[in-house]
C-alpha cells in the first residue's frame, strides 16, 4: 500500500450504530487530519493529530471521538449521528512545517 | 487569521479553452501556496505548488505563479480537457498554524467536448 488509505470507503448505519473508520498513511509523516465534506459546504477540519498529540478540535460534537494510536494510523469512533452528518470524511498527513497534505480517498457515510 | 478567497464556481467551458481560477489569500509572513484537484469519488490530491514569492508551480499543463504583492495564486492552463473536469482548491499553510493547511471553498470546472 501507498500513500493515505482509508476503510471502509462505504458505510450505511442507523443513528444508534456505533462504528470506526480508520485511516493509515505509508508516508512517514508526523501530522494527520481528519476532515468532514458535506454537498455545497466548504470542507470542514474536524481533528488534528501532531506526534500523535491532539493539537486542535474545532468545536466537533462528542458523537465523533478521534483516536491516533501511532504515527501511521487514525480512527473515527462514531456513535449516535444524525443524518446531518451524512458526507464525506476525509483522511490527510503531512509533514509538520508549511508543506502539502495527501489525502486519502474518503469514506463516503450515510446516516439513516 | 489566514483566509483563502478563491473564484466561485461553477465554471464551465468548452475543450481547449483557457481556464482561470482566481485565488487570493490573507496571510502573515511568508505561507507555502497550493492548489489542490478532486476528482469525482476522491480525495483531494496536490496539484501544484509554490513556496516563495515569484516561484510558479506547474504541472500537467496547469500553472500558478505566487504574487506576494497582490496576494494571489491564480491557477491557469492554456486549453482544457474533458478530464480536466473536477473540484480545484486554492490552499495556504503559513504562521501561526504550520501544519495546518487553510482552503478555499472549491471551483467546480466542467469541460465540455
Known amino acids: 500500500e501507498t500513500g493515505v488509505t482509508q476503510t471502509p470507503r462505504h458505510l450505511v448505519m442507523g443513528m444508534t450504530n456505533k462504528k470506526s473508520l480508520k485511516c493509515e498513511q505509508h508516508l512517514g509523516h508526523n501530522a494527520m487530519y481528519w476532515y468532514k465534506q458535506s454537498a455545497k459546504k466548504p470542507l470542514e477540519l474536524m481533528f488534528v493529530y501532531s506526534l500523535e498529540e491532539r493539537v486542535e478540535n474545532n468545536s466537533v460534537p462528542s458523537r465523533f471521538s478521534p483516536e491516533c494510536p501511532n504515527s501511521s494510523h487514525l480512527f473515527l469512533h462514531l456513535h449516535t449521528l444524525q443524518p446531518e452528518d451524512s458526507a464525506l470524511y476525509l483522511c490527510?498527513?503531512?509533514?509538520?512545517?508549511?508543506?502539502?497534505?495527501?489525502f486519502g480517498p474518503g469514506t463516503r457515510l450515510t446516516v439513516l | 487569521g489566514n483566509s483563502v478567497t478563491q473564484m466561485e464556481g461553477p465554471v464551465t467551458l468548452s475543450e481547449e479553452a483557457f481556464l482561470t481560477i482566481n485565488c487570493t489569500y490573507t496571510a502573515t509572513g511568508y505561507p507555502s501556496l497550493f492548489w489542490y484537484v478532486q476528482y469525482p469519488g476522491e480525495g483531494l490530491q496536490l496539484l501544484l505548488k509554490a513556496t516563495k514569492a515569484d516561484d510558479k508551480g506547474s504541472n500537467k499543463g496547469f500553472e500558478a505563479t505566487y504574487r506576494k504583492e497582490t496576494t494571489s495564486f491564480h491557477l491557469e492552463k492554456g486549453s482544457v480537457q474533458v478530464s480536466d473536469s473536477a473540484v480545484y482548491f486554492c490552499a495556504l499553510s503559513g504562521f501561526p498554524n504550520a501544519g495546518k493547511s487553510t482552503f478555499g471553498d472549491g471551483t467546480t470546472l466542467t469541460v465540455k467536448p
Open positions: 490527510a498527513s503531512s509533514q509538520e512545517g508549511y508543506n502539502e497534505q495527501f
